[in-house]
């Protein structure tokens, strides 16, 4: 069964002319921050705007905040506006990266209320690998009113997750890949190691082999060891590869799933705080 904020290929496919359907491009590349946009001005899915990772979906890094923190609000529901966004539209994002940009454009949309949002199972990759249409053209939109409802409790701040650690009720999830959350290696951030108790559950283990996420009930298996009825605090390096787990999480009826929007990259920039290790047996 397919999680429940997902949709298929085919499905988009059959939907693209139907005018309460919105499809958002959010190909990006941490090492190559243009990229995405020439690799969208050079081929997307049809009717599909483009909202980047840096100018859209963040604001400039700060001392602190991470190094993606979240842009302004209104300047943001005043984008999905000019985007023809409003409460009857379903809103379909995508990249190429089986959804680690994409889902941060997902959260957000949930953030503010907007419970109309859909990951393409798939992504561009395998759009294009079917030889379903691509199109170069930039569509004009029709403006709507996009209405902002902020669900503050959909994330916590770095004092907020101090509060937290080692409390009986909080599990605290590490969504980045083994050996950064181990503190082996850290090729992005200044400092190595974990939110000491986290558990380390790498996002990109959502994905099979071909690059499709998996489906509810190997997500279910996946996640077994983790009690629904605590709150799931979920981090990553910047607060984007947060959001897969977060997906997954939230279509599996996990009920109290936060993300900490600065995540490690913000938590290491405070030298007082505390920082886990954990030293490979061998």
Known sequence: ???QHLVSLDWLKDSLHM??????DCRFELLHPERGQAEYRAGHIPGALFFDLDKDLSSPKQAHEGRHPLPDMKEFADKLS?????????VVVY??????????????????????????????????????PVATEIPAVESRTFTAKPQQEMWVSMEEVKERIGQPGTIIVDAREERRYQGLEEPI??????????VNYFWKD?????????????QKDRFADLDPTKEVIVYCGSGVSSCPNIL???????????LYIGSWSDWCSYPENPIGKKVEAE
């Open 1 to 3: 069964m397919r999680l």
């Open 19 to 24: 005018p309460d359907v919105r499809v958002i």
């Open 82 to 90: 000019r985007a023809g966004i409003d409460d009857t539209v379903k």
């Open 95 to 132: 990249d190429d990266q089986g959804g680690m940009v994409a889902t941060r454009l997902w959260w957000m949309l949930q953030y503010l209320g907007h419970q109309e949002a859909y990951l393409l199972d798939g992504g561009y990759s395998q759009w294009k690998d079917q030889g379903y």
């Open 189 to 198: 951030d200044p400092v190595a190691g974990h939110i000491p108790g986290a």
């Open 206 to 218: 959502n994905l099979t082999n071909k690059g499709y996420w998996k489906s509810a009930e190997e």
């Open 248 to 258: 997954s999480l939230q279509s599996l009826g996990y009920p109290n799933v936060k």
